[in-house]
């Protein structure tokens, strides 16, 4: 059976923006779900995302229920190394904390050959919500394919919906730590700077007034060595590549960043040093703000160690250090 949704418009405006706010979902996955029938207005199939709604009408979305993936060899997974390096954090009924390797994409697209998270997910028969579409379905919120650490994913669509909103009202959050050159200036360092695609480079993001989309990131000096420095970071906004674009802006860049590098790199990495740490978020169902730590991998591990002062890492690692680093509530 579908998950059945029932919206009552408060206000007029276009059936997309309306149905984007109230379930978390982008405007294109609205338009997938109304060119799969799955939307109604007064009980009355729906042909346009455009189309404009108006006071007290009433709208229906029916969720699908997630396909059985039939067709793939039940051992695919075996291709990539990745597989059995998926941490799982924790886990309920409603939701699944994991810890996400450097390298993996989060779901399918037309450009991705290789298994997914999404596929790992369905591959271990884990239940999720289809509130995002069939091939992001539990998908929350994303972290780039380099980047590791911590992600929460929804079971249910309730649960999906719950988590959804906290990324909106910023009850939701990450902090990540990363590995840069050269050292920041300052202890604390906060950058406000829009950002949005840059018109050089279709791969990259950059800060321009120019752009729409408010960003706003604030950066902790953890541990400094001669070149490099091991940063905090927490996002009060969620851009794509915002770490790395509000970075670049100050002509600093993580170690291992082939994109938003600049200059001579006189550090390398197999990997990007980003790391989602901390994830904090209200559980859907008992309502207790939860917290969760994801380690560092064997490549970062190690660049940390060997970069840094030991006991100074030992201390500033410290979640709790952490999160009171930042003078922000959350």
Known sequence: MCDIKNYVCDKAQRLDTFLAQKTAQSRSQIAMLIKQNCVDIQNKKVARAGVKLKVGQEITIRFPKPKEDTDKDTDFLQSVDWADDVEVIYEDDDLLVINKPSGVTIHPAPSVKEPTLVDWLKHKGIRLSTISGEERHGI??????????????????????????????????????????????????????????????????????????????????????????????????????????????????????????????????????????????????????????????????KTIEKTFDKEIIDEVMDTKYIIRSFSTDI
Request: hydrophobic content about 35%.
């Open 140 to 301: 929350v919120h994303r972290l780039d394919k380099g980047t590791s650490g911590a992600m929460v994913i929804a079971k249910n669509n309730n649960s999906h919906e719950f988590l959804s909103q906290q990324l909106q009202d910023k009850s939701m959050g990450r902090y990540y730590i990363a590995v840069i050159t050269p050292p920041l200036k300052d202890d604390i360092t906060t950058i406000e700077a829009n950002i949005g695609r840059s018109p050089h480079n279709r791969l990259k993001m950059s800060c321009s007034q120019q752009h729409k989309k408010y960003a706003k990131t604030m950066f902790k000096s953890l541990a400094l060595s001669e070149k490099t420095q091991l940063i905090a970071a927490k996002l009060f906004t969620g851009r794509t590549h915002q770490i790395r674009v509000h970075l670049e802006s100050i002509n600093r860049h993580i170690i291992g960043d082939h994109i938003y590098a600049t200059g001579q790199k006189t550090e390398k990495s197999e990997r990007i040093l980003l790391h989602a740490y901390i994830i904090y978020f209200i559980h859907p169902t008992t309502k207790e703000k939860l917290y969760f730590s994801a380690s560092t991998d064997e490549i970062m591990q």
